[in-house]
């Protein structure tokens, strides 16, 4: 009976209508219009580069799987930290989102054991986010790309 399940499974993971269910990261534009941009935050031996990259969101698999966005529940953290950046248009409403999805990144790294960034290395990146200027009207993701890798 367990094999039967197995064998189900791996033929429910190659229809297009399941995929996401069977690996560890999603798509965090699935339904994209327009153009997306992706904050990162790049952290090199240890060391916080002193500046954000922002560059174009590719949908294309081979970045989707770079990305390692993965949706948490209303009251979760995420498992890594990859977050959407919601862009307002009131200034002191887009700081007050981010201090909100620092704060996440702080418990994403405090419950998961996250031993590539540090403390002060996170309030040094809020500060940089704060400064960027975000168009209410695009899709952001925030994530951090460590050593090269995302």
């Known amino acids: 009976m367990i094999k039967s399940f197995y064998e189900a499974g791996k033929l429910l993971s190659q229809l297009d209508e399941y995929k996401d269910y069977f690996r560890p990261w999603a798509n965090p534009f699935p339904k994209l219009r327009g153009e997306a941009k992706v ?40 498992l890594v930290p990859t977050f959407y950046v919601q862009a307002q248009a009131d200034a002191d409403k887009q700081a007050d989102s981010i201090r909100k999805m620092m704060k996440k990144v702080r418990a994403s790294v405090k419950n998961y054991k996250h031993t590539f960034i540090t403390s002060a290395q996170i309030d040094t990146i809020e500060g940089l986010l704060q400064g960027v200027s975000f168009d209410p009207k695009m899709s952001y993701l925030f994530t951090m790309r460590i050593d090269g890798l995302y």
């Open 39 to 78: 904050v990162i935050a790049e952290i090199n031996d240890g060391v916080l580069e002193p500046a954000l990259t922002v560059e174009d969101f590719r949908s294309a698999t081979a970045y989707i799987d770079k990305y390692l966005f993965r949706k948490a529940g209303s009251n979760a953290t995420n």
